[in-house]
């Protein structure tokens, strides 16, 4: 039985979702139940029509993948690079947007052609002594993202609310109440939660720029690329952090299987143009991640570098000097604004993907409250531990041990998708042409390579 019928039933399947079989044939298994089914093919496309309206049904996913790239984890990387170098990483910040692009057309292209998310393609690809931990792996990589964004959360709380970090850390449980409430009303309104909140997050940032006034031809000479990050070690180390930091192990999860809540058709020209769709959703979401990520960069070489404060990397450092740097106490409200719906939007992109990844690996559905609950749970215990336990400066490094360990997670998540979608027996017509296999997997073996000299030189110290 097909996965777009398996345990549903005819009359409950949205249109477009009627379960033709997939065109290749080198999967172990049949699909089983979808993950997120009640989202499964939720959303109706335009069959007909103009083009603007057949993409207006497809926006929405790829702003719930943006959200990884611009997590609190990025945030200080950003501002480390713009205090330190001024606007001369910002050609690095253009590259990783390029490969994340790569790499999440691939998610589409699995979710869409093959018919499975990157978990449920794990499970049926290989045996259970190797699906299991990759599943564990997954895990890992999802509460890693989750306590950074208990700590980013926590420290915009503490920034506007003056509440203490290990209070804050507690209150951050309660955003399950959220997550409920928006999944109540369907996954349009999820979309257009997070949609508002980078809508706010991109607010903030223009008006905190505008106040800072930089060199604008500075900024756009920093998009050309310089061989003083290959010249100058702490360039290259602070890029490769940038670098590093690009890909998030649960996106990859988290698109495969968010492209599939739209209803598309079964037919091979249906589903091509389902990938194209999606693919341009993504393309402008990710491009409106550049763009955040970029005004911390600038906003940090327009504000710090400028007056010789090379060394900020920390957020509640930035916090405190935006207001003497700019002479107004609005700057730094916005930015803790902003760091705070960067935590909030991160929690909903969170919750889908472990569902996805429990589901889609051991086939197991519970409660997205109890998902939530417990994974949340997982990563509240250590942050609140170390913030009553060090104080506030530990929190900074449990940001940095959260990414580390992100690091550690990617090849496990970035490989099988590259190995599956370049496979003809696996996708059948949906394989993925030879130059975008080429393509991701230069990108692929950079982003691992960077990832564990990272991971290296932190374990040296």
Not at 99 to 117: E, H, N, W
Not at 308 to 326: N, S, T
Request: charged share 15%.
């Amino acid at each position: 039985m097909d996965a777009r019928s398996s345990d549903l039933g005819p009359d409950s399947l949205p249109k477009g979702a009627t379960g033709a079989p997939v065109e290749a044939s080198g999967w172990r298994g049949e699909r089983g139940v979808p993950s997120l089914a009640g989202m499964f093919a939720s959303v109706r496309t335009a069959k007909q029509g103009p083009f603007w309206r057949k993409l207006l049904a497809f926006l929405g996913p790829g702003y719930l993948v943006a959200v990884g790239y611009m997590d609190p984890g990025n945030w200080a990387t950003s501002l480390a690079g713009g205090s330190k170098f001024g606007y001369a990483l910002l050609f690095i910040a253009l590259l990783s947007n390029v490969m994340a692009i790569v790499l999440q057309s691939l998610c589409t292209r699995l979710g869409v052609g093959a018919g499975r998310d990157l978990a449920q393609a794990c499970r049926d690809a290989f045996p259970r002594w190797v699906s299991l931990p990759l599943w564990l792996s997954a895990e890992v990589a999802i509460t890693a993202t989750d306590l950074a964004e208990v700590i980013g959360t926590a420290i915009g709380l503490n920034l506007l609310f003056h509440i203490p970090l290990e209070i804050g850390v507690i209150i951050t449980a309660a955003d399950v109440f959220l997550i409920l409430a928006l999944q109540a009303f369907g996954f349009r309104w999820i979309e257009a939660f997070v949609v508002a909140m980078l809508g706010v997050i991109a607010a903030c940032f223009a008006v905190q720029i505008a106040m800072a006034d930089p060199d604008w031809g500075a900024v756009l000479r920093g998009f050309a690329p310089t061989s003083d990050i290959l010249a100058n070690r702490e360039m290259l180390y602070l890029a490769l952090g940038i670098l590093g930091a690009t890909v998030m192990p649960h996106n990859l999860y988290l698109h495969s299987g968010l492209v599939q809540t739209r209803g598309y058709g079964d037919t091979i020209e249906d589903k091509r143009e389902a990938i194209n769709l999606a693919n341009i959703d993504s393309a402008i979401a990710l491009c409106l991640a550049l763009t955040i990520n970029a005004s911390i960069l600038i906003l940090a070489a327009a504000t710090f570098h400028r007056v010789g404060r090379i060394d900020v990397a920390e957020l509640d450092q930035a916090h405190a000097f935006l207001a003497p740097l700019l002479g107004s106490t609005l700057a730094p409200t916005l930015f803790a604004i902003a760091l705070l719906c960067c935590g909030l939007n991160s929690t909903i992109t969170a919750t889908l993907s472990g569902q996805i990844v429990m589901e889609g690996f051991l086939n197991l559905r519970i409660a997205p409250w109890l998902r939530r609950l417990v994974t949340r749970g997982i990563a509240i215990v250590p942050a609140a531990v170390v913030t009553i336990w060090a104080g506030e400066k530990a929190t900074g490094q449990l940001l940095i041990l959260s990414q580390v360990v992100l690091s550690l997670q990617l090849p496990f998540a970035v490989v099988p998708l590259v190995a599956f979608t370049a496979s003809r027996r696996k996708m059948g017509a949906f394989v993925a042409p030879r130059w975008l296999t080429v393509l991701a997997t230069v990108t692929a073996v950079v982003i691992i390579a960077l990832n564990a000299k990272l991971v290296w030189d932190y374990v040296r110290g």
